[in-house]
């Protein structure tokens, strides 16, 4: 007997669709059976004309929490991914202070416990003390993070040869490192000549030679250290380029992101800080290009790099564009932009399903419990009812950032229900029940 069974709906994998029924038990799938078979269950919800979508899980996302929490916590980030579809989210470690060692990694673990409504992978940020990569790695977090541009010289990788030298530091170790493609030199050239702290200067220090430098970088270093990496936001076509040339080299997978799928630097005339983030925007033919590789399959996974502020922060009057902090929130809105790909028959559900649920649960160390609908993964499951249409507001924004970007825009889907661990969170847009979420760690 299940506990639970969810009859009639089509079932969408990275591989494709089917038809069956889901029988939930112990918050596990415990077994798809052919539509309409005989089965007992506690509780029989009819999904008859709904799509059935595994849990997105967001490779890419800052909750704030510990230190900056009057812009986003544990509880309001998850409240909102959860009303988003997101079921997993795995939060990067800029917080204050970042988790670069083991007793910050293991102290965050504890802070989010029982306050969390979707999963909570962390990742761990590689510091130049290399020395303390094995105590985090005993902590199985699901990722490292390696920066290479704009960031405290503690944790600055600016050459080939520090990146290489960090990357041998996890020799023989099953992590996954992700790295932010950049250039220092570049940045700081730009920083030196341009003062002015303008739209146009903000654009010129992180010129699309930057980010393909860094992916470059990143794949050399990695071959020649055996290393597996991730490659963040690339977000033109250089990027584009650079990446489809050489990433055979090594064992890579890249992301972009949905503001960068959708918008251009022309979209800072209308929405000013509100879409400043770092990378910037890009042009109309950077953002067909992207598009074009998301379609051609070339990128492996769409993350929201949720990074909100509180809104006084993005409304305050600065002296300069370049003084506003980077970042927007997205966990709320990454199921809806990705729908409206499929709108505009850019993608297919099942692309949908493989970039944002089993690519970033296979690269991120939960492959056997996440990012599918099969006997034994965990239940984390969406209701998707193509009958009806949803639009995105502001005023429904869970994120103490406030708004979105993508306000007003109006996708041919609803999502009407999603289920955590096989128990319902979400019904009609509302969180149900309390916080119900785990800390999720690496796959040994």
């Known amino acids: 007997m299940f506990d639970t069974l969810i009859r009639g709906g089509m079932l969408v994998n990275a591989d494709g669709l089917s038809r069956g029924d889901i029988g939930i038990a112990a918050g596990k799938v415990a077994a798809v059976v052919a539509p309409g078979e005989a089965a ?8 008859s004309g709904c799509f059935l979508l595994p849990g997105l899980v967001d490779a890419h996302a800052h909750l704030r ?14 409240h909102a991914a959860a009303l988003g579809g997101v079921t997993t989210v795995l939060d990067m470690p800029t917080d204050a202070p970042w988790t670069a060692t083991s007793e910050q990694l293991a102290d965050k673990m504890a802070i989010a416990q ?60 099953d992590t996954l490192i992700g790295i932010s493609p950049g250039d220092q030199s570049i940045l700081a050239g730009s920083s030196a000549r341009d003062r002015s702290g303008s739209i146009a200067s903000f654009l010129d220090s992180r010129p699309p030679l930057a980010e393909a430098n860094g992916i470059a970088r990143a794949l050399v270093a990695a071959a020649s250290t055996e290393a597996r990496i991730h490659v963040r936001q690339i977000n033109s076509e250089l990027g584009v380029e650079t990446w489809s040339r050489l990433r055979g080299m090594a064992d890579a997978s890249v992301e972009t992101t949905p503001q960068n799928l959708f918008f251009t630097a022309q979209d800072y005339e209308t929405q000013g800080a509100n879409l400043k983030a770092s990378p910037p ?3 109309p033919h950077d953002v067909d290009a992207l598009r074009a590789a998301l379609s051609a399959g070339l990128i492996d996974i769409v993350a929201t790099d949720h990074a909100p502020h509180a809104p006084a922060e993005k409304a305050a009057l600065y002296a300069a564009f370049a003084d506003t902090p980077g970042g927007m929130p997205g966990l709320q ?18 692309e949908l ?23 034994g993964y965990d239940a984390d499951l969406l209701i998707l009812d193509p009958r009806r249409c949803s639009t995105v507001a502001n005023a429904a924004q869970i994120s103490r950032a406030g708004y979105t970007p993508f306000d007003g825009w109006t996708v041919k889907a609803r999502l009407t229900n999603v289920f955590l661990h096989g128990r319902e969170i979400v019904r009609d847009g509302r969180l149900v029940g309390p916080a119900q979420g785990k800390i999720v760690t690496r796959e040994r």
């Open 40 to 47: 007992e269950a506690g509780t029989v919800i009819d999904a």
């Open 65 to 78: 929490d510990p230190g900056l929490t009057h812009k986003e916590d544990f509880s309001s980030g998850t």
């Open 114 to 173: 029982g306050r969390i409504h979707a999963d909570v992978g962390l990742q761990a940020v590689v510091s130049r003390d290399l020395s303390l990569i094995p105590r985090l790695l005993d902590h199985a977090p699901v990722s490292f993070e390696l920066f290479t541009a704009d960031v405290p010289d503690a944790f600055l990788f600016a050459t080939l040869d520090s990146v290489a030298e960090a990357l041998k530091a996890f020799a023989g170790a």
């Open 281 to 283: 925007l890009r042009s």
């Open 333 to 350: 809105t990454l199921l809806a932009t990705m729908l409206r790909l499929v709108d505009e028959g850019l993608i297919a559900l099942p």
């Open 353 to 375: 399903v493989r970039m944002c649920a089993r690519n970033p649960a296979e690269r991120f160390g939960l492959g056997r419990r996440k990012g599918r609908i099969a006997a």
